[in-house]
T-cell receptor, first 112, second 117 residues
Framework: KQEVTQIPAALSVPEGENLVLNCSFT??????LQWFRQDPGKGLTSLLL?????REQTSGRLNASLDKSSGRSTLYIAASQPGDSATYLC???????????FGSGTRLSIRP | DAGITQSPRYKITETGRQVTLMCHQT?????MFWYRQDLGHGLRLIYY???????DKGEVPDGYVVSRSKTENFPLTLESATRSQTSVYFC????????????????FGEGSRLTVL
């Protein structure tokens, strides 16, 4: 059974720092991995989607990497800003199932 | 506007009443999902649908009913609401894995916050 873990549950850093959020999964037979952002009281916004055949995806200051063999993905945020404060979730789609498994998220706070 | 919309956004009801949460998407996505999000439990899948008239149970289906007579709509019904069903409900959708768009990217609605008194 696929399990997705995000550590730490919360992270606070000063503005301007580069930071890395982690996502680990137990079964490497995945179809894709998706990173989301969730602001308080809002829905989930898709940030980056990495297919199983890809190693990384980039969008602006965000870079997501995927290492299937080690069951890990990282979301790199460059030059963090207070507006980046939100909860970041990763989700894994298994190759063999229709369901998507979510991590519990990392709550990120960027201090001005 | 294109996208995925949920209604109502906020609902307060009483124990035992029937409640229906609506979800509508304009992308013609074949797959639609209902999740609930609770502190300490994260996002849990309630039901999903692979196409019109095809639905299947997720992780926590008890107490919920779904239907999908049209591709664009996927309503979630609580037949007799209980306090434990107080939660934020999210609808999501994506394409299938055939055709020109097979990335499987998942899109979410803004959520429906339900309080059962």
């Amino acid at each position: 059974k696929q399990e997705v873990t995000q550590i730490p549950a919360a992270l606070s850093v000063p503005e301007g720092e580069n930071l890395v959020l982690n996502c680990s999964f137990t079964d490497s037979a995945i179809y894709n991995l998706q990173w989301f952002r969730q602001d308080p009281g809002k829905g989930l916004t898709s940030l980056l989607l990495i297919q199983s055949s890809q190693r990384e995806q980039t969008s602006g200051r965000l870079n997501a990497s995927l290492d299937k063999s080690s069951g890990r993905s990282t979301l790199y945020i460059a030059a963090s800003q207070p507006g980046d404060s939100a909860t970041y979730l990763c989700a894994v789609k298994d190759s063999s199932a229709s369901k998507i498994i979510f991590g519990s998220g990392t709550r990120l706070s960027i201090r001005p | 506007d294109a996208g995925i919309t949920q209604s109502p956004r906020y609902k307060i009801t009483e124990t035992g009443r029937q409640v229906t949460l609506m979800c509508h998407q304009t992308w013609s996505h074949s797959y639609m999902f209902w999740y609930r999000q609770d502190l300490g439990h994260g996002l849990r899948l309630i039901y999903y649908s692979a196409a019109a008239d095809i639905t299947d149970k997720g992780e926590v289906p008890d107490g919920y009913v779904v239907s999908r007579s049209k591709t664009e709509n996927f309503p979630l019904t609580l037949e007799s609401a209980t306090r434990s069903q107080t939660s934020v409900y999210f609808c999501a959708s994506r394409h299938g894995f055939s055709g020109t768009d097979n990335t499987g990217e998942l899109f979410f609605g803004e959520g429906s916050r339900l309080t059962v008194l």
